[in-house]
C-alpha cells in the first residue's frame, strides 16, 4: 500500500505552487511575449500582401457568321479532344507568349519582376561564399521569365474543354491584368495562325488553279476535236446525230408500213367487190371519191325521174328506156372508177412497199453509222470524264480559294477561344 501511495504522490501536481511560481517568473514571461508579439509584428509588416486573379478560356470552333449558308453541311467541325486541350495549356505557358504580355504591360521595368537587381546582403554573401549561382549573370528578360512562370499558373478544369489561367502578384490591378492580357494575346496568336494559314492557303491555290483552268481548257479541247473527228455531233445532252437519225428513221419506216398495208387493204376490198358484183357503197375509199359521189348523184337523180315516169309511162316508152339507158351508163362508169381507184390504191401501195426498202437500206447503213459511233463514244466519254473531273477540280480550288480570301481580314478569323469568366481573390 506505501508504494502505491508514493507513485500517487509523485504525479500529483500542486496547482497553487504551480501559479506561485509563474507569478513569481511573470516579468520574464511578459517580456518573452511582448517580444514574440513585437518579431510577428515587424515580420507581418515586412511581408507584402499578395492577390491572386484567374480567369478562364472556352476552348470551341468558332466561325464568322458570313460562312453560314443555307445548304449547312453535315460535316462540321470536331470538337477539341483531350490531347488538344493539354496542348493549349502549354501554348498559354509559352515563353513566346509571355515575352509578348510582358512587353505589353512593361513588367520588365517592375521590381517585382527582377527583384534581383537589388540584392539582399545575405543573397552577396552567399554568392560570395559560391553557395549560390548569381542571378546577375542571366540575362535581365530571362529573369524576368522566370519570375513571371512562378507566379503563373495554367490548368485543365477536369472533365471539360475549359483551361483556367491564374496568375499571383503584390499588385491587385496587375494581378488582374495579367490572366487578361494573357487570354488576350492567346487569342490573337489564334487568330493570327488562321490568318497565315488562309492567306498561304490563298497563295497554293492561286497556281494550282491556273495549271488546272490550262488543263480544263486542253480537256475540253480534246472532247471537241475527238468529236468532229469522229462526226459524233450531240443532238442533246444525251443523243448524239447517230441515235437521233435512227430514230428518225425508224420512225418513218414504221409509219411507210402502215400507209403501204392501208393501201394494199383497201385495193383488194375494191377489187374482191367488184369481182363478186357487190355495192362498193360501202368501201371508204370509194364513197370518199368525188367522181363517184358525182356519179352516184347522177344515178340517184336518174332513178327519181324513171320512178315519177313510171306512173304515166309504159316501160317500152322510148324517153324510159333513154333514162335506163343512161342509168345503165352511169354503173359501168362506177364500176370503172372504182377499177381505177383501186389501181390507185395499188399503185400507193407499191410506192409505199418501195419506199420502205429504201427506208430499211438507210436503216441498216445508220445502223452501221451508229454501231461504229457507238464505239467512239467509248473514248469519247472517256475524254468528257476526264474534263468533268478536272472541271470538278477545278470548282473545288475555286471555292476554297474565294473562303480562303474572305478570311484573309483579321475579323473573319476568330480565335477558337472564348473567355467567360474573370475573378480576383485577395
Known amino acids: 500500500m506505501s508504494s502505491v501511495g ?7 501536481i500542486d496547482l497553487t505552487q504551480l501559479f506561485r511560481a509563474v507569478w513569481r517568473r511573470k516579468a520574464r514571461i511578459l517580456a518573452a511575449t511582448a517580444l ?32 453560314t449558308q443555307t ?20 501554348l498559354l505557358q509559352s515563353v513566346d507568349l509571355i515575352k509578348q504580355v510582358a512587353r505589353d504591360l512593361k513588367l520588365y521595368e517592375l521590381e517585382e519582376f527582377d527583384p534581383d537587381t537589388n540584392p539582399s546582403a545575405v543573397s552577396d554573401l552567399l554568392v560570395m561564399l559560391g553557395l549560390k549561382k548569381n542571378p546577375l549573370d542571366m540575362a535581365p528578360e530571362e529573369r524576368v521569365l522566370k519570375a513571371f512562370q512562378e507566379k503563373l499558373q495554367v490548368y485543365q478544369v477536369e472533365k471539360s474543354r475549359v483551361i483556367g489561367i491564374q496568375f499571383t502578384s503584390k499588385d491587385p490591378k496587375l494581378a488582374a491584368a495579367v490572366p487578361n492580357a494573357i487570354a488576350n494575346v492567346y487569342r490573337s496568336l489564334q ?35 475527238y468529236r ?34 392501208d393501201a394494199e387493204a383497201k385495193a383488194e376490198n375494191v377489187r374482191n367487190a367488184i369481182k363478186a358484183g357487190k355495192s362498193t ?67 400507193d401501195a407499191n410506192v409505199a412497199r418501195s419506199r420502205e426498202t429504201q427506208l430499211i437500206q438507210q436503216l441498216n447503213t445508220v445502223k452501221a453509222d451508229s454501231a461504229r459511233a457507238g464505239t467512239d463514244e467509248v473514248g469519247l466519254k472517256a475524254l468528257e470524264r476526264e474534263a468533268t473531273a478536272q472541271r470538278q477540280l477545278l470548282e473545288t480550288y475555286l471555292a476554297r480559294y474565294r473562303e480562303a480570301t474572305t478570311r484573309l481580314d483579321k475579323g473573319a478569323s476568330p480565335a477558337d477561344a472564348r473567355a467567360f469568366q474573370r475573378r480576383r481573390t485577395a
Open 191 to 225: 487568330s493570327g495562325a488562321k490568318l497565315d494559314s488562309n492567306s498561304e492557303a490563298a497563295r497554293w491555290l492561286e497556281p494550282e488553279i491556273a495549271n488546272l483552268r490550262e488543263k480544263v481548257r486542253e480537256a475540253e479541247n480534246k472532247v471537241a476535236e
Open 281 to 347: 357503197d360501202t368501201l371508204v375509199a370509194i364513197t370518199g371519191n368525188e367522181a363517184i359521189q358525182r356519179l352516184k348523184a347522177s344515178e340517184s337523180e336518174i332513178r327519181g325521174k324513171i320512178a315519177d315516169l313510171s306512173t304515166t309511162l309504159l316501160d317500152g316508152h322510148p324517153q324510159m328506156k333513154a333514162l335506163r339507158s343512161q342509168l345503165v351508163g352511169i354503173r359501168e362508169q362506177i364500176t370503172s372508177e372504182s377499177t381505177k381507184i383501186a389501181a390507185g390504191l395499188e399503185n
Open 6 to 12: 508514493n507513485s500517487h504522490q509523485d504525479v500529483d
Open 228 to 261: 468532229g473527228n469522229a462526226d459524233l455531233m450531240q443532238v442533246s445532252e444525251t443523243t448524239n446525230f447517230s441515235s437521233q437519225q435512227l430514230s428518225d428513221i425508224s420512225a418513218e419506216l414504221a409509219r411507210v408500213r402502215g400507209e403501204r398495208a
Open 71 to 90: 445548304n449547312v453541311q453535315a460535316s462540321t467541325e470536331p470538337l477539341s479532344d483531350e490531347l488538344n486541350i493539354v496542348s493549349q495549356v502549354q
Open 36 to 67: 514574440v508579439g513585437c518579431l510577428a509584428f515587424v515580420g507581418a509588416s515586412m511581408l507584402s500582401p499578395k492577390y491572386s486573379s484567374e480567369a478562364r478560356i472556352l476552348i470551341e470552333p468558332r466561325e464568322p457568321n458570313f460562312t
